[in-house]
């Protein structure tokens, strides 16, 4: 886990836009690359907004993009880069860290893992 006088300042904004979070954390079980078919559906998203996320996703050099045809129908796969797997590693652990410090301003034990639960508002 990365130890910085700034845990916040390490977590990659690429990363941290909910949408493309889950497009890495599908593409983690995807050794072989996924259709952007299966990709749409997994993430629950339009091909406009999941095409504009892949874009930016490739020009960082996280996924590549391979076309192909079968059965004389176009077909796009997405992969993980190894650059990319590295990257997410990285941001992973610096989200790790400041929510370990999260979990420990409200109360929560860091070596726990689970998180306070709060008392119910009185009325």
Request: net charge positive.
């Amino acid at each position: 886990m990365p130890k910085r006088g700034n845990p916040y300042s390490a977590l990659n904004k690429l990363f941290h836009e909910p949408n493309r979070l889950a497009i890495v954390s599908v593409l983690c079980n995807a050794t072989d690359g996924i259709t952007f078919n299966e990709l749409k559906q997994e993430c629950n998203l339009t091909d406009g907004n999941l095409s504009r996320h892949l874009q930016s996703l490739q020009q960082a050099r996280i996924i590549r993009i391979k076309k192909t045809f079968v059965q004389s129908k176009p077909q796009t796969t997405i992969y993980f880069t190894e650059r990319g797997r590295y990257s997410f590693i990285r941001y992973l652990e610096a989200l790790e860290e400041v929510l370990l410090k999260a979990a420990e301003s409200l109360g929560g034990e860091k070596s726990s893992g689970t998180l306070p639960v709060p008392k119910p508002a009185r009325a």
